[in-house]
Antibody
Framework: QVQLQESGPGLVKPSGTLSLTCAVSGGSISSSNWWSWVRQPPGKGLEWIGEIYHSGSTNYNPSLKSRVTISVDKSKNQFSLKLSSVTAADTAVYYC???????????????WGQGTLVTVSS | QSALTQPRSVSGSPGQSVTISCTGTSSDVGGYNYVSWYQQHPGKAPKLMIYDVSKRPSGVPDRFSGSKSGNTASLTISGLQAEDEADYYCCSYAGSYTSVVFGGGTKLTVL
């Protein structure tokens, strides 16, 4: 069973860069799946950030594209998120996720990490 | 503002059925049979309940069903149980540029 675990600083200063890593266990980052990041501001809904394939191909939410970079590290079986020029509006629980094998698109996220709260504050 | 529109809340009594709607456009819900639904309990990660409009992942009870007509998708929960009380989010593939969009979420209350 695939398990995902987010890690990274819980506090980031305004204008700084948010950096998170998602460690994958019970499966390979090189499998035929897309690996995604989703965030949820406190008390609000889900927002898709972007996704990456093990080849390095990426897709990003157009509203965040100018600030987001998602990368993969096959040697460590993990993938990462960087979000630059953060403001208080980027305060959220950040989840990493993987699509469900057999699903016809990358919108069916069948495996999720437990999430990590990142607060943007000075 | 979310890309997909859901009612903010719905409610039902145990044993009853409820339906949650999710309205998009021809660029997302109406353009692809790639709608999924997620259940989220407070403080927990979302859980995939329906994918590809009407398919259920292994382990999801058949009380949960999905459908789509035009630009509107629906999640129906029959035989409501107390543990179904949660937030529900719809999600759709939206093409190669936008990729994935979520609805704003619906809070289900089991009376």
């Amino acid at each position: 069973q695939v398990q995902l675990q987010e890690s990274g600083p819980g506090l980031v200063k305004p204008s700084g860069t948010l950096s998170l890593t998602c460690a994958v266990s019970g499966g390979s980052i090189s499998s035929s799946n897309w690996w995604s990041w989703v965030r949820q501001p406190p008390g609000k809904g889900l927002e898709w950030i972007g996704e990456i394939y093990h080849s390095g191909s990426t897709n990003y939410n157009p509203s965040l594209k100018s600030r987001v970079t998602i990368s993969v590290d096959k040697s460590k079986n993990q993938f990462s998120l960087k979000l630059s020029s953060v403001t208080a509006a980027d305060t959220a629980v950040y989840y990493c996720a993987r699509d469900l094998m057999g699903c016809s698109s990358t919108s069916c996220l069948g495996y999720w990490g437990q999430g990590t709260l990142v607060t943007v504050s000075s | 503002q979310s890309a997909l529109t859901q009612p903010r809340s719905v409610s039902g009594s145990p044993g009853q059925s409820v339906t949650i709607s999710c309205t998009g456009t021809s660029s997302d819900v109406g353009g692809y049979n790639y709608v999924s639904w997620y259940q989220q309990h407070p403080g927990k990660a979302p859980k995939l309940m329906i994918y590809d409009v009407s398919k259920r992942p292994s382990g999801v009870p058949d009380r949960f069903s999905g459908s789509k007509s035009g630009n509107t998708a629906s999640l129906t929960i029959s035989g409501l149980q107390a543990e179904d009380e949660a937030d529900y989010y719809c999600c759709s593939y939206a093409g190669s540029y936008t990729s994935v969009v979520f609805g704003g979420g619906t809070k289900l209350t089991v009376l």
